[in-house]
């Protein structure tokens, strides 16, 4: 089990950060997060995220025109900002992530099994990547408020990727950096208020 200490990292003492301090994330220690996070467990193995890492004045530069009016600021501000989208093809990978059966013919021209596949298993991923990023003293403010339409032409134009909840019109972005200003937990729901019946789906009683 982990301790009190890693359970704060990952969990308890962590919050969702806004301000940066000034100071470069290396690019070593994003790639140690994406080698944690890719060891959680996918549908078939099935690994459709995919990250767009935004650090470069250039790179900056072409993110702002696609951002809510209330983002810009803290967007240009942090170290690095991720992209989190999904692959659409993401079967085309399957003889080699799950090659003990025929995995590619249970999407292949199914467009609904892809686009729900690519968006519950990307989203699951980017929950694992924010963890590793935790882990590893990286703190991480997951944002909505941009253009996706726009955001996917300027970023992924030619390519079967897709801004991450692309139907909610909306997508994880991450911005990095270590603690500047510890922000104030905000309210949470309760196993009782989210299990609604306040039984699991074995019908078990939880003993509220």
């Known amino acids: 089990m982990l301790d009190s200490t890693a359970l704060d990292l990952l969990f308890l003492g962590a919050r969702t950060h806004t301000q940066w301090l000034d100071r ?29 890492f935004v650090k470069s004045p250039d790179a900056k530069a072409r993110l702002k ?21 999904h ?12 090659p003990h059966t025929d995995a590619r013919s249970w999407f292949a021209g199914k ?9 519950r298993n990307g989203s699951l991923q980017a929950g694992y ?27 992924f134009a030619n390519t079967p ?15 990095f950096d270590l603690y500047q200003r510890i922000t104030i937990l905000g309210p949470l729901l309760d196993l009782r208020t989210v299990t609604g019946h306040h039984t699991f789906s074995t019908g078990a009683s939880i003993g509220f």
């Open 129 to 155: 990547f924010i963890l590793a990023l935790r882990g590893l003293g990286l703190d991480c403010g997951p944002m909505s408020g941009f253009d996706n339409a726009k955001l996917d032409t300027e970023f």
């Open 65 to 85: 025109p696609c951002l809510a009016a209330g983002n810009v600021d803290k967007t240009m501000a942090a170290p690095v900002t991720a992209i989190i989208a």
């Open 161 to 175: 990727v897709k801004s991450n909840f692309l139907t909610l019109k909306t997508v994880i972005k991450l911005l």
């Open 87 to 98: 692959d659409m093809e993401f079967y085309e990978k399957l003889p080699d992530l799950f």
């Open 24 to 52: 470069d994330v290396d690019t070593a220690r994003l790639k140690q997060a994406w080698d944690l996070a890719v060891m959680g467990p996918t549908s078939a193995n099935c690994e459709p995220m995919r990250i767009s």
């Open 111 to 119: 467009d609904d099994a892809i686009k729900t596949t690519a968006f």
